[in-house]
Structure formats: C-alpha cells, structure tokens
T-cell receptor, first 113, second 114 residues
C-alpha cells in the first residue's frame, strides 16, 4: 500500500542551525502539506503546495520556513534558523485531489536544544 | 472560517463498552469530514471520511461516524471498544473552494480500562 515516507524520524539540532525535513509523498499525488504538532497539542497547519508553488500558508510559516519539491518526488521543509519553540513533531501529508483524504507520514520529531 | 470542535479532551471507557466521540464543525456548506487516529509517537491514520451521500459511514477497525447537518456534527462511534483502541482521535474538515488545508480539532484522548 502506498505511503508517505518521512526522514529522519528524529532530529536534534542546535538553536540557530538550519534543518531540512524530508518527505516522499505518494507518487501520483498532487497536493502536499506540512503540519506540526507540539507535544501534547493540536495538529497545526503550516503550508500547502500544489503545482510547484505554495497554495496556502499559516501565520506560523514565516520567513524562517521554506518548502521545495526539488526533483518531482521529494518534498522538503527547511527551517533556516531554528528556535527552541520549533521543537515539535512535523508531519508531511499528500492527497491525490484537493477534496480527498490526506495521507500522513509517520512524522519527524525535531528537538532544538 | 472553518473550524472544528472536539468538546471532550479525555474520555475513559471500559473494554467492551460502546464509544462515542463528539465532533462539531463550522462551515456554511457541507464540508468534507474525516476522523484520524494517532497512537503514541505515531503518525495520523485515516479512520473514515465523509464526502456526500449516505450520512452513516463505515471505517476501519470497526469504527463508524454519522454526519448530521442539522447539528453540524460528525460523531465517531464504536459498539465495543478494544484495549488497542486507546489513542488520540482527531476530527478534521477538508479543503473548501477557497482553502487548501485540512483543519483539525484539538483531539480526544481515549483511555481504555481493562
């Protein structure tokens, strides 16, 4: 069964460092998303991506964040200069069409120290 | 703007008992509705979805949900809970004509007593 794959599963980084979280969406999907979940809290929308551009982003997704689909298969989230409050589980998701279900990866746990 | 409310933060049931998790949404038209489950340290797994048609939808693991337009609700039910159902459950609404995001409720953490 097709699935969304995220790497790494856990990343520890020092404050101020750049991190890149990687995702391989389901191969024929067209819509891609990043969400985050701070420990014990709700699942928060960060950004959606369609047709090689950002289709929507939240207030959380400020200039420190960027997304890219560099090669037609990977979908990455970059945090340019991490802060302690960026520590969270980051989920990638994809959907085949805009109004169908999204499939989520297992997440990357980012710890900023 | 769309929103999703899950009024119960925690629910505890005994194994074998029935379960109902509440979800209310706010949206002018009929939304696309989903329930996801998250086991500790895991990702979000889709339990079921509602797009249109029959208002009672069946999902995986014996779960079902009923869409009630008059109450703006999409409650999740299971007739007999198993210990392995202990997890966090999230209700979500899907993208609309003007948005490109899924909006999640705050989640309900289910504890199952043996």
């Amino acid at each position: 069964e097709p699935e969304v794959t995220q790497t790494p599963s856990h990343q520890v980084t020092q404050m101020g460092q750049e991190v890149i979280l990687r995702c391989v969406p389901i191969s024929n999907h067209l819509y891609f998303y990043w969400y985050r979940q701070i420990l014990g809290q709700k699942v928060e929308f960060l950004v959606s991506f369609y047709n090689n551009e950002i289709s929507e982003k939240s207030e959380i997704f400020d200039d420190q964040f960027s997304v890219e689909r560099p090669d037609g298969s990977n979908f990455t989230l970059k945090i340019r200069s991490t802060k302690l409050e960026d520590s969270a589980m980051y989920f990638c998701a994809s959907s085949g069409q805009k109004n169908t279900e999204a499939f989520f990866g297992q997440g990357t746990r980012l710890t900023v120290v | 703007a769309q929103s999703v409310t899950q009024p119960d933060i925690h629910i505890t049931v005994s194994e074998g008992a029935s379960l109902e998790l509440r979800c209310n949404y706010s949206y002018g038209a009929t939304p696309y509705l989903f329930w996801y489950v998250q086991s500790p340290g895991q990702g979000l797994q889709l339990l079921l979805k509602y797009f249109s048609g029959d208002t009672l939808v069946q999902g995986i693991k014996g779960f079902e949900a009923e869409f009630k337009r008059s109450q703006s609700s999409f409650n999740l039910r299971k007739p007999s809970v198993h210990w392995s159902d202990a997890a966090e459950y999230f209700c979500a609404v899907g993208p609309t004509s003007g948005t490109y995001k899924y909006i999640f409720g705050t989640g309900t953490r289910l504890k199952v007593l043996a």
